[in-house]
């Protein structure tokens, strides 16, 4: 049979292979040396005080920051996809800088800035308000590093609805609330989930702009990411999987169940057009 675009049986052969090489080779090793460890020690590992915690402060300053980028990430696509201004591409340029600066460079700046002595966390720690080595930096940290993914997956959404919808529902007299929350928001929603989720499952591994920021203290401000790297110092590879593979799973159930939900709606507005 005769293809539109040839050569298709070798661009997948070299895309199959290079998703092995790069992706599932990889994690396949991970979750090998985690089943290595035996249930007993991996529940055991994960029980532990020290691991406990990080996983509790990973999830609450992921959640913190997700909910943070769920408003503020929602609110800033608006601003580029529906209003003209002076600076706008500056503005949609700059969305795009924490895909493009290393996180650890992105660490040490946010450090700078929110210590006691920096330009911001000066200010806020006059008001009783401490950043830097705090729970709060990290989620700071992990907003920063994941605002693009609700950004870049809500704004073209935005951008392509057509105003003719709203504009109906206007003339029907909805307020510009009822036409955002009925009209709107189901529309952009699964982008909206999607790019949420995956700012989530970013906070949960993030790294590099963390470390310098946190602080790093054991039932403090240690995440997961950290302990993993502290368990493979001490050459202590299965606790580092057994940690690793579990964080792993979080984020594969999360972005699961958010395909579910996904196609739950798809479903349910093609049977209310229907």
């Known amino acids: 049979m005769n293809r539109v675009v040839p050569g298709f049986g070798l661009s997948l052969g070299i895309t199959l292979t290079y998703l092995s090489l790069i992706v599932l080779l990889p994690l396949g090793a991970l979750v090998w040396q985690a089943l290595g460890v035996g249930w007993e020690r991996y529940l055991a590992i994960l029980a532990g005080p020290r691991t406990a915690t990080a996983f509790r402060i990973t999830f609450a300053t992921a959640a913190l920051a997700t909910a943070f980028n769920c408003v503020y990430g929602l609110a ?48 806020l720690a006059s008001l009783g308000i401490e950043v830097a080595y705090t729970p709060l930096g990290i989620a700071i940290a992990m907003a920063f590093t994941s605002i693009p993914f609700v950004v870049r997956t809500v704004q073209p959404v935005l951008e392509d609805l057509h105003a003719d919808v709203e504009e109906a529902a206007a003339t029907l007299g909805a307020s510009d609330a009822r036409i955002f ?94």
């Open 76 to 123: 800033l696509a608006w601003v580029l996809a529906r209003y003209e201004f002076p600076g706008k591409r500056l503005l949609d340029a700059l969305v795009d800088v924490p895909f493009a600066l290393p996180t650890a460079v992105a660490g040490l700046a946010l450090s700078a800035l929110f210590v006691k002595n920096g330009w911001f966390g000066g200010p």
């Open 181 to 274: 929350a009925t009209v709107i928001f189901p529309a952009i929603f699964p982008a909206f989930l999607t790019g949420a989720s995956l700012g989530f499952a970013r906070s949960l591994g993030e790294f590099g702009a963390i470390i310098f920021i946190a602080g790093n203290l054991p039932g403090k401000t240690e995440v997961v990411s950290l302990l993993t790297f502290i368990r493979i110092e001490e050459y202590d590879y299965p606790a580092a999987a057994a940690i690793a593979t579990t964080l792993l799973l979080t984020a594969f159930v999360m972005l699961f169940l958010v395909n579910m939900i996904q196609l739950w709606q798809q479903r349910r507005i093609g049977a209310s057009g229907d």
